[in-house]
């Protein structure tokens, strides 16, 4: 059956993230707390320390639905911990999630030759993007740094669609948004349980890229590090070889 459409993930597929430093981030979101005149009593340590908890908790709370745990809600909270109570729209949280997203772009990087290949797939297939990714407000911004804001057709995002990968919905989403059906689809990621999995039990054909940005990211979310029973139609070692991958499924 001819392959009519591409599907990415983000993180660790196109948008690399080895050099991530998530303290760094989280020292931006406190000085940006600072900035507006927020007065945390606790250490760093500590703040780190309860925001991961609580981040870890909402994760552990909504895994069996798969809902997505919005980032500007997960600041709010950790502030409420600590005795600074915000209302989960209000502007002070709001800046702290960006000051968070724009230390995280400085960090983020992407392979010279990343935006090269995807605009030649682009000339023969639809392009797809679903991610999971927290702050959907931020997304636009993510996607402008690393130019590629004009290049998919369809593009999910958890934060704002409201469900995580491997959820089902999440995928059939970006196919009803590409008018494809499953079985003319390739998803392309680098999770076995978010991405290969959920993609696979949908019928896309499957790609792996085995980047190790995600598994060495010492605050990754656990149950995204879990090994999973399932094997990808083709596994490369990164995106550079994505061409021949798809040329084995004509």
Known sequence: MTLEAVVFDLGDTIVLTDLWDYDTCLKSMLESFRRDGVSLSSSFEEFKCIYFEIRDQMYH????????????????????????????????????????LNSFIQQARMETYTL????????????????????????PKLLEHFHL?????????SGEFGLRKPHPHIFEEVLQDLDVEADRAVFVGDSL?????????LGFKTILVEN????????????????????P??????????????????
């Open 61 to 100: 709370d909504s895994e069996e639905m798969l809902e997505e745990v919005d980032f500007v809600q997960r600041i709010g909270f950790t502030l409420n911990r600590l005795n600074h109570p915000f209302n989960h729209d209000s502007p002070v949280l709001l800046r702290a999630a960006y000051s968070f």
């Open 116 to 139: 090269a290949l995807l605009l030649k797939v682009k000339k023969k297939y639809k392009l797809g993007l679903v991610s999971n990714f927290a702050f959907a407000r931020g997304f």
């Open 149 to 157: 804001s004009n290049l998919f057709d369809a593009i999910v995002v």
């Open 193 to 201: 349980k978010a991405d290969i999995y959920g993609a696979k039990r």
């Open 212 to 231: 190790a940005g995600l598994r060495k990211n010492p605050y990754a979310v656990a149950s995204e590090l879990d090994p999973f029973p399932i094997e």
């Open 233 to 250: 139609d083709v596994r490369i070692p990164t995106l550079k070889e994505l061409p021949r991958a798809l040329r084995s499924f004509q």
